[in-house]
């Protein structure tokens, strides 16, 4: 990996975020972290990849906000796709607190997939497959395993419905879709109960709190019955 300028505040941040998150990370982890929103700010000075100008911002919500989906993740090594990944979030940070998983990221943007794999030549992680893509009903990102994967998380899209339609049939069986949501309106939990019914899923719907940016969150877990 190569090694970048040590950032103190990054890392501050860093550390101060999986402390109040209760996260145990290996020191290799918390320096990939750290790298990882380091190459983030300097990407970010010419490439638009993310609202934040200030890392410790950055830190506070993409790392606070993809802290709260470990509880609900498989305890062992698993396989996932994340879905409108843009920079990373949370899918290239899941691969890097859980280095033994297998991660496919999906984005349309062509400049934030090269960002991603610069980033995982830099970090020198393995075992994670950066795809431009535009992922539509029937797709099949290449490389997925033929089982399918046991984890489809997205951070970027906006409705349940259509995340389910997009993804059922590259879920494993077991596996579970998690859509990662601000306020989940209950209008919309009603009309996704409904038409969760087609599919044979059942929602259940977790409020966890990204202690570090101090937000409410609200996790949709959609899994067959």
């Not at 190569?2 to 941040?13: C, G, S």
């Not at 506070?60 to 498989?74: A, F, I, Q, V």
Request: some cysteine; glycine content about 10%.
């Amino acid at each position: 990996m190569r090694h970048l300028p040590r950032n103190i505040r990054i890392r501050d941040e860093v550390e101060g975020c999986l402390a109040v998150a209760g996260h145990h990370a290996t020191e290799e982890a918390v320096g990939r972290l750290c790298s990882y929103f380091a190459l983030l700010m300097e990407w970010n000075q010419r490439v638009n990849l993310t609202g934040f100008r200030d890392p410790a911002g950055a830190v506070r919500k993409h790392l606070g906000d993809t802290l709260t989906l470990l509880p609900h993740l498989p305890s062992c090594n698993f396989s996932f796709l994340d879905i409108g990944t843009g920079a990373g979030v949370p899918g290239l940070l899941l691969k890097i607190l859980r280095p033994g998983a297998d991660a496919w990221l999906v984005d349309a943007v062509r400049k934030k997939v090269s960002f991603l794999c610069y980033a995982v030549a830099t970090l020198a992680l393995t075992g994670v497959h950066p795809l431009h893509m535009r992922l539509q009903k029937g797709a099949r990102p290449p490389g997925l395993p033929e089982e399918g994967v046991d984890v489809v998380v997205s951070q970027a899209m906006t409705s349940v419905t259509q995340l389910v339609r997009l993804s059922a049939g590259l879920l494993a069986d077991g596996g579970r879709i998690i859509a990662m949501k601000g306020r989940y309106a209950e209008d919309d939990r009603r009309r996704d109960l409904v038409l969760m019914k087609e599919f044979g899923m059942e929602i259940r719907i977790v409020h966890p709190k990204n202690v570090s940016a101090g937000k409410e969150r609200s996790l949709v877990i959609v899994s067959r019955r």
